[in-house]
């Protein structure tokens, strides 16, 4: 299908839906889907953003500037995970227990505000990894328009530029707690010592990154932009510096670079049932 087939299959379906609410991270994926469902829904859309320690505050600040700017209603919720009994042992069914939880909240707020449906930004991509926040999208009724009308991570930012947005280019995102080995527990604090890690990366030209934790190790996800920044021996030494103030001892490059859902390599068959 031709991908501005695609775009109006989206368009379709949200005019459908009638009234939705939609969770809105900031990322490339839900900001293309807010700005869609605001042109077809006008008034009869809001956008709901969580917010937690493991959500970055620069991505909750540009989640609200974007609703701002477009005049959407925005709503913030506060779904702390660290709360979820179970989540902070870091079960391999962390995401469902996440998901669960956070729709829930939005579909409350939904509710409050007289909007019918609740929509969220997957798309077609993310049907090749493992994903148990899935199922409990599923099990709630939340709606997945961008993978309904079958649209791709790269269709989604041709027509994000194609419109004017600015994400279009925005690296890809994942709530902090993604950055943990299954078993690893996940405190406040770890997931302070990601978002600084992460952040100090952004602030030295890195887009697409991800710092995994491994106890004392952090080990750097990056692209090929990323790995020609590393080329430079002083800004190394720089990133070890400061990746040694944040608190950890080791530092390394991954030579595969970013994928998404790394840490579901260490996962079998008898995990995933």
């Given at each position: 299908m031709m991908i501005q087939n695609k775009h109006e299959k989206l368009k379709q379906y949200l005019r459908e839906l009638e009234s939705v609410a939609?969770?809105?991270?900031?990322?490339?994926?839900?900001?293309?889907?807010?700005?869609?469902?605001?042109?077809?829904?006008?008034?009869?859309?809001?956008?709901?953003?969580?917010?937690?320690?493991?959500?970055?505050?620069?991505?909750?600040?540009?989640?609200?500037?974007?609703?701002?700017?477009?005049?959407?209603?925005?709503f913030i919720c506060d779904s702390e995970e660290l709360d979820i009994e179970g989540f902070s042992e870091n079960p391999v069914n962390r995401c469902y227990l996440c998901k669960k939880e956070l729709f829930t909240k939005i579909l409350n707020t939904a509710k409050e505000h007289g909007i019918v449906h609740v929509a969220e930004g997957s798309n077609t991509d993310d049907d090749g990894d493992y994903r148990p926040g899935h199922i409990a999208i599923k099990e709630l009724g939340i709606k997945?328009?961008?993978?309904?009308?079958e649209l791709s991570k790269q269709e989604i930012r041709e027509l994000s530029k194609e419109i004017g947005l600015l994400t279009w280019e925005k690296q890809s995102f994942a709530c902090l707690a993604s950055r943990f080995p299954y078993g690893e527990s996940i405190t406040v604090e770890r997931l302070s010592m990601i978002d600084k890690a992460e952040q100090l990366l952004i602030d030295l030209g890195f887009r697409q990154l991800r710092v995994r934790y491994h106890k004392d190790l952090a080990r750097i996800e990056t692209d090929e932009a990323g790995f020609k920044l590393l080329e430079n021996k002083e800004l190394r030494e720089k990133i070890y510096r400061e990746f040694k103030q944040i608190?950890?001892?080791?530092?390394?490059?991954?030579?595969?670079?970013?994928?998404?859902?790394?840490?579901?390599?260490?996962?079998?068959?008898?995990d995933l049932s």
């Open positions: 939609i969770a809105f991270s900031g990322g490339v994926d839900s900001t293309f889907l807010l700005k869609t469902a605001h042109d077809v829904l006008g008034d009869k859309l809001i956008a709901v953003t969580a917010r937690s320690c493991s959500f970055p505050e620069r991505e909750l600040n540009e989640a609200v500037n974007f609703c701002k700017a477009e005049g959407i209603r925005h997945s328009p961008l993978r309904y009308a608190g950890f001892t080791y530092v390394a490059a991954d030579l595969l670079g970013y994928r998404m859902g790394s840490m579901n390599e260490g996962l079998d068959e008898d």
